[in-house]
């Protein structure tokens, strides 16, 4: 059983799966310590040993609670201390973790209701990826909405892998084939939906396209992660309709993470 190093009280993991989707976006894999426990959608601190001393930082969890290893998706970050290392990692390579994890993307934070949606730009969908294949999202909601807003198409693919791998997964996937829906858009190139998530929401043309109702507190939650002005500028729309902030202590009708980047 993988234990703490007692000098640094961090776990010491091995890469098993590294794939680069853009020269931006990559995900990996790594061992999991056997007594590890997260609930999905939390994020841990994560890191390699640098010049001697750990070099730590938040990432999302991307696998569910129940996986026998851990996923993430990292940007790559041009001289950002961190990711310029971890975006050479090869298979075999030590990866650093601490054992507490964490974190507001859970659904323990939100009340009981009928539609989760869950907004997310760029590294932002991780915590969703997670969420995705965990069998109480199904559970606790009847439809799921994922949406993901990325400039260039490319920096899409992880979202639509994942949501493949979640319909095709044995413990969730007649689930997420009947229940879940994905709404991939670009910024910065044309692909089959287009703009900001939060132009696309005001505009109403997110819900036309789904053919869905708008936002109604009563029924909907909603969990967002990524770009901090795009969390910003949807709490300032949900606000005004009655939705209220959730959190571990009391949960509400909204969560909110940032994208952790560096
Ligand atoms: P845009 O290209 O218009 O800035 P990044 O790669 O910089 O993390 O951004 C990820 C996505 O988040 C991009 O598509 C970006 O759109 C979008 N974005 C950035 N700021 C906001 C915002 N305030 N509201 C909605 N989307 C945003």
């Known amino acids: 059983m993988t234990q703490t190093n007692p000098a640094t009280g961090l776990y010491s993991e091995r890469v098993t799966d590294v794939q680069h989707y853009t020269d931006r976006l990559f995900r990996f894999r790594i ?3 056997q007594s590890l426990r997260f609930r999905s959608g939390e994020f841990v601190m994560l890191g390699l040993p640098a010049d001697g001393k750990p070099l730590m930082r938040a990432y999302s969890i991307a696998s569910p609670a129940w996986d026998e290893s851990l996923e993430f998706f990292s940007i790559k970050v041009p001289e950002g201390p961190l990711t310029e290392r971890l975006q050479k990692i090869q298979l075999g ?20 209701g009928k539609r989760l949606f869950m907004l997310s730009t760029g590294t932002g969908i991780a915590p969703f990826v997670s969420l995705i294949r965990d069998p109480e999202t199904y559970e606790k909601f009847s439809d799921v909405i994922l949406t993901h807003t ?11 892998d994942s ?15 009947a229940r879940l829906q994905h709404f991939a858009s670009t910024t910065r190139e044309t692909t089959v939906h287009n703009g900001r998530i939060t132009t696309l929401i005001e505009t109403g043309e997110f819900f036309k396209t789904l053919g869905i109702p708008n936002f109604d507190p009563e029924q909907d939650r909603i969990m967002m992660c990524g770009s901090t002005g795009m969390i910003k500028d ?4 949900l606000e005004p309709l009655g939705f209220t902030e959730g959190s571990n202590n009391q949960a509400g009708n909204f969560v909110v993470e940032r994208a952790f980047v560096g």
């Not at 990325?150 to 639509?160: D, H, I, S, V």
């Not at 949501?163 to 084939?177: H, N, Q, T, Y």
């Not at 949807?234 to 729309?237: D, G, I, K, L």
């Open 163 to 177: 949501v493949a791998a979640a319909k095709s997964d044995p413990l969730v996937g007649e689930e997420a084939s």
């Open 150 to 160: 990325c400039r260039t198409g490319g920096e899409l693919q992880y979202g639509f």
């Open 234 to 237: 949807v709490r300032h729309m």
């Open 31 to 33: 061992t999991r310590p």
């Open 93 to 112: 390579d030590e990866i650093l973790l601490r054992p507490k994890t964490t974190g507001t993307l859970v659904n323990d934070a939100l009340l009981p």
